[in-house]
């Protein structure tokens, strides 16, 4: 399960990845230049942000596993029209309707998360999942930038064609869960359907007077950890209504007031504006940045993958690790610490001269910048009540999807300008790949004034230090609407 999720958004990661990595071929065949192909990307993740609510209510209210599956669907089939695109203008359809499918994956996994894994373990597995998210990007760099060679159709064929064996295999593999927690799955389960058939999940029952409890018994380590040090919940922002029955307006209005929730999706949309635009042009930076041939190219984006897989992977155990120690704030200051020192390494990294020296440098900077992820994802689910996870993740993608939607279109704007190329001119000269020293200039300028981003990203972090343990106290008292297994509503035609 834990490898569909995985894939899930392996399919996002590439086909993000996939734009930047043949825009030096879309640039020469279609004569357009960074501001274009950055609305290549842009387009998609406006249009998801749009659908985002109402997919959350409906993640919220209906099965999951079949609107997970259909939206992969016909995710794949849009990729599909990208490939026989005949012009710019065609081709920038199609990624307005792959907008539209992608909308689903984010509330639809993070709501499944909560449900499938107790709280002790889901650091630890939203970095396997986003795993998958970083090894999607790698493929969409790697594999893409290679058959571009040959046409870059041929990349977005490719891209397509996953998707409708995944689709498949998740309505058939995954059964959906019971909401609130009730079909955890525990170490050593070996058949998914036989888990959540068997019925809700058994809590340990509560610590007596001066009782301490293994770590290892503890089901939500961070309101447990709450609880013990005696944090009061906010009265203002317990929620005492059945989150399930709320209006999309209240709804949204109740997830916008949680103090560490706003902190932390305006950490999360600076980290992810940085990457998005990093990820779109950064083949086109090392290709003429360094002056690296196209296998050159793919190898460092190699490294810089295995760099944040690593990060992902590590962060995720040393946080859980953490909290079973009684560290509450480890899931807002580790992400915040990140950020920092992300924006600190990439420095010399982009302004270095010489390829060998700077790319482990960004390596380094690479792995703190996907290591911020699993904590962060994880902290949401302990602040907010389990009826909600759906449009609190729907609410913090549309923010996230936005600040990913401007960043390419910011990046590759600013840089022709720093260039002097016109929107309408490609940087690209007879040979494609091959980008003038200006507009190589212009992405590294580009590059360097908005590391800022990062830097404030995690000053944003380090403010929630403060606000997490009382929101965690707050959504353990909350109604959360889902202590009693309930039966799916079936949607309608």
Same mark, same amino acid.
Request: aromatic letters at 6%; proline letters at 7%; a negative charge.
């Given at each position: 399960?834990?490898?569909?999720?995985?894939?899930?958004?392996?399919?996002?990661?590439?086909?993000?990845?996939?734009?930047?990595?043949?825009?030096?071929?879309?640039?020469?065949?279609?004569?357009?230049?960074?501001?274009?192909?950055?609305?290549?990307?842009?387009?998609?993740?406006?249009?998801?942000?749009?659908?985002?609510?109402?997919?959350?209510?409906?993640?919220?209210?209906?099965?999951?596993?079949?609107?997970?599956?259909?939206?992969?669907?016909?995710?794949?089939?849009?990729?599909?029209?990208?490939?026989?695109?005949?012009?710019?203008?065609?081709?920038?359809?199609?990624?307005?309707?792959?907008?539209?499918?992608?909308?689903?994956?984010?509330?639809?996994?993070?709501?499944?998360?909560?449900?499938?894994?107790?709280?002790?373990?889901?650091?630890?597995?939203?970095?396997?999942?986003?795993?998958?998210?970083?090894?999607?990007?790698?493929?969409?760099?790697?594999?893409?930038?290679?058959?571009?060679?040959?046409?870059?159709?041929?990349?977005?064929?490719?891209?397509?064609?996953?998707?409708?064996?995944?689709?498949?295999? !998740?309505?058939? %593999?995954?059964?959906?869960?019971?909401?609130?927690?009730?079909?955890?799955?525990?170490?050593?389960?070996?058949?998914?359907?036989?888990?959540? &058939?068997?019925?809700?999940?058994?809590?340990?029952?509560?610590? %007596?007077?001066?009782?301490? !409890?293994?770590?290892?018994?503890?089901?939500?380590?961070?309101?447990?950890?709450?609880?013990?040090?005696?944090?009061?919940?906010?009265?203002?922002?317990?929620?005492?209504?059945?989150?399930? %029955?709320?209006?999309?307006?209240?709804?949204?209005?109740?997830?916008?007031?949680?103090?560490?929730?706003?902190?932390?999706?305006?950490?999360?949309?600076?980290?992810?504006?940085?990457?998005?635009?990093?990820?779109?042009?950064?083949?086109?930076?090392?290709?003429?940045?360094?002056?690296?041939?196209?296998?050159?190219?793919?190898?460092?984006?190699?490294?810089?993958?295995?760099?944040?897989?690593?990060?992902?992977?590590?962060?995720?155990?040393?946080?859980?690790?953490?909290?079973?120690?009684?560290?509450?704030?480890?899931?807002?200051?580790?992400?915040?610490?990140?950020?920092?020192?992300?924006?600190?390494?990439?420095?010399?990294?982009?302004?270095?001269?010489?390829?060998?020296?700077?790319?482990?440098?960004?390596?380094?900077?690479?792995?703190?910048?996907?290591?911020?992820?699993?904590?962060?994802?994880?902290?949401?689910?302990?602040?907010?009540?389990?009826?909600?996870?759906?449009?609190?993740?729907?609410?913090? %993608?549309?923010?996230?999807? !936005?600040?990913?939607?401007?960043?390419? !279109?910011?990046?590759?704007?600013?840089?022709?300008?720093?260039?002097?190329?016109?929107?309408?001119?490609?940087?690209?000269?007879?040979?494609?790949?091959?980008?003038?020293?200006? &507009?190589?200039?212009?992405?590294?300028?580009?590059?360097?004034?908005?590391?800022?981003?990062?830097?404030?990203?995690?000053?944003?972090?380090?403010?929630?230090?403060?606000?997490?343990?009382?929101?965690?106290?707050?959504?353990?008292?909350?109604?959360?609407?889902?202590?009693?297994?309930?039966?799916?509503?079936?949607?309608?035609?």
């Amino acid at each position: 399960m834990i490898a569909i999720f995985g894939a899930v958004l392996a399919l996002n990661g590439a086909d993000n990845a996939t734009v930047g990595a043949v825009a030096p071929q879309l640039e020469h065949a279609f004569h357009i230049g960074n501001t274009k192909i950055g609305l290549l990307s842009s387009v998609a993740l406006l249009i998801g942000a749009v659908f985002t609510i109402p997919v959350g209510m409906l993640v919220d209210r209906i099965k999951r596993i079949p609107m997970l599956s259909l939206s992969i669907l016909l995710w794949s089939v849009a990729s599909l029209l990208s490939a026989f695109a005949g012009s710019y203008s065609s081709l920038l359809l199609t990624r307005l309707l792959l907008g539209a499918v992608t909308a689903t994956a984010g509330p639809a996994i993070a709501s499944l998360t909560g449900d499938y894994f107790p709280a002790r373990e889901r650091g630890r597995v939203y970095a396997y999942i986003l795993g998958g998210e970083i090894g999607g990007t790698a493929v969409g760099f790697i594999v893409s930038g290679s058959v571009a060679a040959i046409t870059w159709r041929a990349a977005f064929l490719l891209l397509a064609i996953p998707g409708f064996f995944l689709a498949r295999e !998740l309505y058939r %593999t995954v059964p959906e869960p019971q909401r609130g927690g009730h079909s955890w799955l525990e170490p050593g389960v070996m058949d998914l359907k036989e888990a959540v &058939a068997s019925g809700p999940a058994q809590p340990p029952p509560p610590p %007596t007077e001066g009782e301490e !409890l293994p770590p290892e018994e503890v089901d939500d380590l961070a309101r447990e950890a709450v609880r013990r040090l005696g944090v009061e919940p906010d009265p203002e922002l317990v929620l005492t209504e059945d989150p399930r %029955t709320m209006g999309i307006v209240d709804a949204v209005r109740y997830i916008l007031s949680i103090p560490t929730n706003i902190l932390m999706i305006i950490s999360s949309s600076l980290g992810y504006f940085y990457f998005a635009g990093l990820s779109t042009f950064a083949l086109l930076f090392v290709r003429g940045h360094y002056h690296a041939s196209q296998p050159e190219a793919e190898l460092v984006l190699a490294l810089l993958v295995a760099g944040a897989l690593a990060g992902t992977l590590i962060s995720g155990r040393i946080t859980d690790q953490l909290l079973r120690r009684g560290v509450i704030e480890v899931r807002v200051w580790v992400p915040a610490l990140c950020y920092l020192g992300a924006a600190a390494l990439l420095v010399p990294g982009i302004l270095g001269s010489h390829l060998t020296p700077a790319v482990w440098v960004d390596v380094a900077g690479a792995s703190l910048l996907s290591a911020a992820n699993p904590p962060l994802d994880a902290a949401r689910l302990d602040i907010m009540p389990a009826g909600l996870w759906g449009r609190a993740e729907s609410t913090r %993608t549309v923010l996230r999807s !936005l600040a990913q939607a401007l960043a390419p !279109l910011v990046f590759g704007g600013l840089a022709d300008l720093i260039a002097g190329i016109a929107p309408e001119q490609s940087p690209i000269g007879t040979h494609p790949g091959v980008i003038s020293p200006g &507009a190589a200039r212009g992405l590294e300028i580009s590059f360097l004034l908005l590391l800022g981003t990062l830097g404030a990203a995690g000053v944003f972090l380090l403010r929630a230090r403060h606000t997490y343990p009382r929101d965690v106290a707050t959504a353990a008292a909350s109604h959360q609407g889902s202590d009693d297994p309930v039966t799916e509503p079936q949607a309608s035609a």
